[in-house]
């Protein structure tokens, strides 16, 4: 069989399996369905990194690629690179499931969705990919089970949005095929896509609600599992249709970048932070797919991936704090601090690592990003608003984090300000 | 038997509609579309998406052989099913019924919110507008020639439309026809570029997929909840 064909049904038969464990519904058989999905991915994730795909002379083995009549997937050793992060990412999602069943996330449905998602990026011509992308995200729908915490048109949005990107993407993935480049604006269909799909300004809205009231195993699945597969699939048809940066582009990501900002300076809670935090990586990722390079490494998708890890730290750290039930407003995260240091750091270290501070994974990114903008002709004023948004999301999350440890009971920065004085 | 054997076949019916190809097909997809972006009463709405999908058939016959023509109208009549019996499980009504004014018109009701207000004042720009624009020459899709105007105009009716619908919604059933009448657009304008029966078939499939999703969302939104699983009186 195939390697690309064994790889889609081994994911659909791991997630009908666990989907019929799920269908159980007891304690138990929660906790099981975690623990095979998290030896069910490792295996796979083990598998996938262990395949021979190419010869010895570099050229593509005939079992990496599988021809239909209209089609071919094809696995390519960058593809497969992506795939085991997929995968293994999705194995340590099962295990934060085991740790938190209580989290609404489905997991035979999240594994599901990934299918699609791969055969998407494996697949000639792109347009089917593009439908591809669309079944994915009706999966993803299920897997983030709305009913759970009210988040019936925050997804609802999600999955318009996808579902607009995919007639763009292939009219995009139409046109450098039928040389008509001239009759549409395809660089500005390309980058209308990639807003769409990746969360650019201002197509962003559903993703507020999800951080702010859905599981942050949801959070960790649809904006640091499924974007970096999503802008693997952008890339190519960014390469193809758009030589030189694009304004409309440009102005989405900078748009996300200061939304993130306003948010950050409006956040109440503390998950409030974090979806401004998340948002602000959102909108430079999407500024950093216009840097140079090759559409096709894993290197390009460096920020996105390292978004995942950001977002796998500050998820882990929310979860265990809000699973005491402490305070969640700012104002009240001393005692939180206090309680959970744990907890605490690793979620304030995710969230540093989201924003590409110094000593953490995310300042491989932002540094690669900043070093592209001096070598690439960008506009000065986009550069000054990015670093203006990041600083301002930056002091946010070290006042929390300076509030915390230093200041005493009554004399903090939120305590002067937030807290309302009793009255006289 | 007799009659088994002389039933009609799938050319004798595109015969028999004949009288509808052309511009009064385009026409009909455009005032379809306009009482799905409306949305008055989801029976309604229903059964213009059914008309939608009926007319749109005789637009693809235009651009597909006729064989595959009718797979777009199977698709869409297995997807207004779909949405039928989402609608009559989840018990379908607006979810703030206090904030209604209703017109009556002998025995139909028509419920009129702030939403469709919107939607009125927005079907009444972009109708006209769709119908005056279309047939100029500048706003000429690709692959839609002088002699395919009529889908031109449907195309952009329908994508139009389409978008009023899903922008002005919230909830999932009006915002899912809306994306479906989106899509029937894009899936015209497509046909006219690429006739490969691998999309033809992924198109079908995407369909089929998103109205599970908006199955899916439109039963798990609260007021369905409500609806299917009504909590027990409080001691008050």
Redesign the interface.
């Known amino acids: 069989m195939p390697i690309p064909l064994l790889l889609l049904t081994a994911l659909l038969l791991l997630a009908l399996l666990l989907a019929l464990a799920h269908r159980l519904r007891t304690p138990i058989a929660a906790r099981a369905t975690a623990v095979a999905g998290a030896l069910g991915g490792g295996g796979l994730t083990a598998w996938l990194a262990t395949l021979t795909l190419t010869t010895a002379a570099g050229a593509p083995l005939p079992a990496a690629t599988w021809a239909a009549?209209?089609?071919t997937l094809a696995l390519t050793p960058s593809l497969r690179a992506l795939s085991v992060l997929l995968l293994a990412g999705w194995a340590l999602l099962a295990l934060l499931k085991l740790r938190f069943p209580r989290a609404p996330l489905q997991l035979p449905a999240a594994l599901a969705a990934l299918a699609p998602l791969l055969a998407a990026l494996m697949i000639t011509p792109v347009?089917?990919g593009a439908?591809?992308l669309?079944?994915s995200?009706?999966l993803l729908?299920?897997a983030l089970?709305?009913?759970a915490w009210?988040g019936?048109?925050s997804?609802?949005r999600f999955?318009?949005l996808t579902?607009?990107a995919?007639?763009l993407l292939?009219?995009a993935g139409?046109l450098p095929a039928?040389a008509?480049g001239a009759?549409?604006p395809t660089a500005h269909i390309t980058a209308l896509a990639a807003a769409l799909l990746l969360g650019g300004f201002p197509f962003y809205t559903w993703m507020r609600p999800l951080m702010a009231r859905a599981s942050p195993l949801a959070a960790l699945l649809l904006l640091g599992l499924v974007p970096p597969a999503l802008a693997a699939y952008v890339l190519p048809l960014r390469a193809a249709v758009l030589p030189t940066a694009d304004a409309l582009w440009q102005l989405s990501g900078l748009g996300t970048v200061l939304a993130a900002a306003l948010l950050a300076v409006t956040a109440v809670t503390l998950r409030d932070l974090w979806a401004a935090v998340t948002l602000l990586d959102v909108g430079l990722c999407l500024l950093a797919l216009l840097l140079p390079g090759d559409p096709t490494s894993l290197a390009a998708l460096s920020p996105f991936l390292l978004r995942g890890g950001g977002l796998l730290l500050s998820g882990a750290g929310l979860l265990l704090i809000e699973e005491t039930g402490l305070p969640a407003r700012l104002h009240q995260q001393r005692a939180n601090m206090r309680q959970r240091p744990l907890a605490a750091a690793l979620f304030l270290y995710g969230c540093f690592s989201l924003v590409g501070a110094p000593l953490t994974p995310g300042f491989v990114g932002r540094w690669a990003l900043l070093a592209g903008w001096g070598a690439t002709a960008v506009p000065w004023w986009l550069v000054v608003l990015a670093l203006l948004a990041l600083a301002i999301v930056v002091y946010q999350l070290l006042r929390l984090l300076v509030n915390g440890l230093q200041a005493p009971a009554g004399e903090s920065m939120y305590d002067k300000r937030d807290v309302p004085r009793p009255q006289q | 038997m007799n009659l088994l054997f002389n039933f009609p076949t799938l050319f004798d019916w595109i015969e028999w509609a004949s009288f509808l190809r052309g511009q009064p097909a385009a026409l009909l997809v455009l005032v379809t579309a306009v009482l799905i972006t409306l949305f008055w009463d989801w029976r309604l709405a229903l059964l213009a998406l059914l008309t939608q999908y009926l007319a749109a058939a005789l637009l693809f016959i235009d651009l597909l052989e006729p064989r595959l023509a009718i797979v777009k109208l199977f698709v869409g009549l297995f997807v207004c099913l779909m949405i039928y019996w989402t609608a009559r499980q989840t018990a379908w009504r607006l979810p703030k019924p206090e904030g209604v004014w209703r017109l009556r018109l002998g025995p139909l009701t028509l419920p009129f919110t702030r939403g469709a207000l919107l939607r009125l004042v927005g079907v009444l720009i972009l109708t006209p507008a769709v119908m005056l624009l279309a047939p100029r020459a500048a706003l000429r899709l690709?692959g839609l020639t002088a002699a395919l105007a009529h889908v031109n105009l449907a195309v952009l009716g329908l994508a139009g439309l389409g978008?009023l619908a899903?922008a002005v919604s919230?909830d999932?059933l009006p915002?899912g026809m809306g994306?479906l009448t989106?899509?029937t657009g894009?899936e015209l304008f497509?046909s006219a570029?690429?006739q490969?029966?691998?999309?033809l078939i992924?198109?079908a499939?995407?369909n089929f997929?998103?109205a599970?999703?908006i199955a899916?969302?439109t039963?798990?939104?609260?007021a369905s909840?409500a609806a299917r699983y009504p909590q027990p009186a409080g001691p008050d």
Do not use: C, K
Request: no cysteine; aromatic share 10%.
């Open positions: 009549a209209d089609f347009t089917l439908v591809l669309v079944i995200a009706a729908v299920v089970q709305p009913h009210d019936s048109g997804v609802l999955l318009l579902t607009l995919a007639p292939i009219v139409w039928a008509a009759v549409l | 690709p978008l899903l919230r999932p915002a994306l989106f899509l894009f497509y570029l690429d490969s029966v691998a999309m992924a198109l499939a995407l997929v998103l599970l999703a899916y969302l039963q798990s939104r609260p909840l």
